[in-house]
Nanobody
Framework: VQLVESGGGLVQAGGSLRLSCAGS????????MAWFRQVPGKEREFVAA????????YYAESVKGRLTISRDNAKNTLYLQMNGLKPEDTAVYYC??????????????????WGQGTQVTVSS
């Protein structure tokens, strides 16, 4: 199983980016998918997750109303639409997956597969 993120970059505060995570090696169906982020010296933190069908989403309080997670199982791709970006959103963003047993999963240790990360930098 391989996950590859793309779409990161440098953007001004208030701007937008869309991250993508392409999966290979197996189908996305049946797996919960998530985005985490990490800044140097801090623990990796949960951003958002979406269940196997796309019908349920979960967000960290800090990103609610600004970031939107979605998925396209036919394309084996996960997305994160990021609007109204703030300097504090600056981080390396990682996608992750694990089998979906119907529970919201927000902890790093609950995910089995990880991408290599993509850098998002928001300037003030």
């Amino acid at each position: 199983v391989q996950l590859v993120e793309s779409g990161g970059g440098l953007v001004q505060a208030g701007g937008s980016l869309r991250l993508s995570c392409a999966g290979s090696g197996r189908t996305f169906s049946g797996y919960i998918m998530a985005w985490f982020r990490q800044v140097p010296g801090k623990e990796r933190e949960f951003v958002a997750a979406v269940n196997w069908s796309g019908g349920r989403t979960y967000y960290a309080e800090s990103v609610k109303g600004r970031l939107t997670i979605s998925r396209d199982n036919a394309k084996n791709t996960l997305y994160l639409q990021m609007n109204g970006l703030k300097p504090e959103d600056t981080a390396v963003y990682y996608c992750a997956s694990t089998r979906d047993y119907g529970l919201a999963r927000r902890r790093v240790r609950e995910y089995d597969y990880w991408g290599q990360g993509t850098q998002v930098t928001v300037s003030s």
